[in-house]
């Protein structure tokens, strides 16, 4: 029998926290609890993550503090310790990676570590290789269901490694590997953010629609555009998406 005031959704059927609820129930997950910090520079996007699963009753998700940037994502995850952080790789500051960096501390505590899953829009082998290197546990994308995601939250609190399907052999082709990765120095030039919208600018999309999927503005877009082309000593698009398709990143 259904409880008062079950959450529900269009049509009277079971609402995103209910169906992860009902789902760690089906998995012997029933009581579980988690504490839980939301990294993204996009306060709309944070907002959402925390009224997928941040139900705490029914997702055993308990969101203890949200950061935009590095900065504020040390302060938060020192003061507050979550058992898992949610991170974007992209963050003014120095990205993710500087984050990792900075808490290492944190991550090696034997008696309370705190741990990392990367949730980005980025689905690109580097950012995936590059987050997992600096000792995230796994790299899942802005796709994944608020059912899946708890239960990727729940898994890497327990100490498991969690990727979405398709990145899983970034991560398993990189660590096979015995040589290193050679150094792109051209590469090394971008900014986190101009890697992203070279990657988008190579793969055809327009600026307008660059902008949407990255939540900033046209303005903003060209001004990426124009540093990237600077820094790269290219004049046009068309070499810019010939010198990312040579390095494998669109």
């Not at 009277?12 to 504490?35: C, F, I, L, Y």
């Not at 952080?85 to 290492?104: I, K, Q, S, Y």
Request: glycine letters at 10%.
């Amino acid at each position: 029998m259904s409880e008062p005031n079950e959450p529900t959704g269009p049509n009277g059927t079971a609402g995103p926290a209910a169906r992860a609820a009902e789902s760690a129930q089906s998995t012997g997950g029933a009581g579980r609890h988690v504490r839980v910090v939301l990294v993204d520079d996009h306060r709309m996007f944070r907002t959402g993550v925390q009224a997928e699963i941040g139900q705490t009753e029914q997702t055993g998700v308990e969101v203890v503090g949200e950061a935009a940037d590095v900065d504020q994502a040390v302060t938060v995850i020192t003061a507050t310790r979550p058992e898992v952080v949610l991170l974007d790789v992209h963050l003014p500051g120095g990205g993710g990676v500087e984050v990792l960096r900075r808490c290492a501390p944190l991550m090696g505590d034997t008696e309370q570590p705190v741990r990392f899953l990367a949730l980005s829009v980025s689905d690109a082998a580097e950012d995936v290789i590059g987050v997992i290197r600096g000792g995230a546990r796994g790299y899942v994308t802005k796709t994944i269901t608020g059912t899946d995601l708890v239960d990727s939250v729940f898994r890497v609190q327990e100490g498991d490694a969690v990727f979405s399907p398709r990145l899983a052999g970034f991560v398993l082709d990189a660590f096979a590997s015995t040589d290193a990765p050679p150094l792109d120095e051209d590469l090394d030039r971008l900014t986190q953010r101009e890697r992203e919208v070279l990657r988008l600018i190579a793969r055809g999309y327009a600026y307008k629609e660059i902008a949407k999927q990255l939540f900033i503005s046209v303005k903003t877009v060209e001004s990426h555009v124009s540093a990237v082309l600077r820094k790269l000593q290219l004049s046009n698009r068309h070499e810019l998406t010939r010198w990312a398709t040579a390095r494998r990143l669109v």
